[in-house]
């Protein structure tokens, strides 16, 4: 849309955005509302004195028509303001009591026989400001109602005592440019509202989108690419999560097993690194198939995992050990470039039972379970070997 005499253009929103805005301005605009009405009804009904001076003549009238009349529809209206109701009814309805107000306001002088009715008339530019810039509705809703108030007014001008024709051009003189002015501010005010609330709602989609790609980048930090394990820093990052945790207690009495798939330079060599990254692939899944979903699996570098079993008795986690190693031999994948008479891929594991509840426990343990894994290794390979418990701050020996 383009920038006429320099005001700010009303940027178009989606369906979405603007019951979004009519959601999020709601309830500032319910409490504008109810502070104008009382505010433009003791106003209102002040004038009820000026009546009294100015046009003595019909002093009951305008007692009867302000307070009989617009006095119980503004209540009304202020009940109507603390329902639950959507904001464009609550304005379409302050609008409504403003234009009653203003009929009733010209009745009283068309019935005046006084020549200041003349004079007073020119009030009526006021019902124009409430319509714009007392209701800040719309900019759509206020140029209907700037309308209706228009011929409220410029109907009853004609009935008013001692009407002239050079009257009605000295009062549009004034009457007029209120009116354009008036709109023009009603449109500024709702191009900055809605200029904000646009970008408030940019803002809002960039800080989801920020947090939700963060998200991902922080998942792609600790998560090994290749197996969809959680690598050497998510493995940090669960064991803090755990000790932070419920599990903290669990991770006292744990079992760490260090994983090694068995001559995987021999199988990366012979078949290549394809071949290689598929075997990586396949040992992960199947033995992160084969434990519960609460124990970590993690990539601990090259062909190397570690699992951590909290709340584990030594006797349990070689039991679970014993089911990785013979899921991954039962998986039969061909490796026909070593000598042990096997001919298919195997793994080694090391098992350390003790307390992981500290960073220095924690690397007791993964010692011990290396040297654990050692002796696999120097025993034949694909199988498994039981550290001695590691206590807590003492090194456990081979």
């Not at 409490?31 to 009405?37: E, S, Y």
């Not at 549009?172 to 002015?181: E, G, N, S």
């Not at 197996?227 to 599990?247: D, F, K, Q, Y």
């Not at 654990?372 to 120097?378: E, G």
Request: hydrophobic share 45%; proline share 4%.
């Amino acid at each position: 849309m383009k920038n006429w005499f320099g005001l700010d253009a009303r940027p178009t929103l989606s369906p979405e955005q603007a019951a979004a805005f009519d959601r999020y301005r709601n309830p500032v605009r319910t409490q504008v509302l109810i502070a104008n009405v009382v505010i433009i009804g003791l106003f209102y009904m002040s004038y009820a004195v000026v009546d009294a001076l100015l046009l003595s003549d019909v002093t009951e009238l305008s007692l009867l028509l302000r307070f009989g009349v617009v006095l119980p529809l503004a209540l009304v209206l202020l009940a109507f303001l603390h329902q639950d109701r959507p904001i464009r009814h609550k304005e379409y309805a302050a609008i409504g009591v403003s234009i009653i107000g203003n009929i009733a306001w010209c009745v009283i002088l068309m019935h005046s026989n006084s020549e200041a009715a003349l004079h007073y008339y020119y009030a009526a530019v006021i019902f124009q400001m409430v319509v714009t810039i007392g209701a800040r509705p719309p900019f759509v809703t206020a140029l209907a109602a700037s309308l209706v108030t228009f011929v409220v007014n410029y109907s009853c001008i004609w009935f008013l005592h001692g009407f002239y024709t050079s009257f009605l051009v000295f009062h549009m003189t004034v009457y007029v440019p209120a009116m354009m002015l008036t709109l023009i501010a009603c449109h500024q005010l709702e191009a900055e509202r809605l200029i904000a609330f646009v970008q408030m709602h940019e803002n809002e989609m960039l800080k989801r989108e920020l947090k939700r790609r963060n998200g991902e980048l922080e998942q792609l930090s600790v998560t090994d690419p290749l197996t969809g394990l959680p690598n050497r820093r998510g493995t940090s990052v669960s064991i803090a999560s755990m000790r932070a945790g419920a599990e903290a207690d669990d991770l006292d009495r744990c079992a760490l097993l260090l994983i090694d798939i068995d001559h995987f330079k021999s199988y990366n060599d012979g078949y290549g690194h394809a071949a290689g990254d598929d075997c990586l692939v396949r040992v992960a899944e199947t033995m992160r198939a084969e434990l519960d979903g609460h124990l970590h699996l993690g990539r601990h570098g090259g062909e190397e995992f570690l699992a951590i079993l909290p709340a584990i008795e030594p006797g349990h986690a070689r039991y679970i050990a014993e089911r990785l190693r013979a899921a991954v031999f039962n998986l039969a994948i061909p490796h026909d470039h070593i000598r042990d008479g096997r001919g298919r891929v195997t793994v080694s594991i090391g098992i350390a039972c003790g307390s992981a509840t500290d960073d220095k426990t924690l690397g007791e343990l993964v010692e011990a379970a290396d040297r654990a894994l050692y002796s696999v290794k120097a025993g034949g390979r694909n199988g498994t070997w039981m550290a001695e418990p590691v206590a807590k701050g003492v090194t456990a020996a081979a």
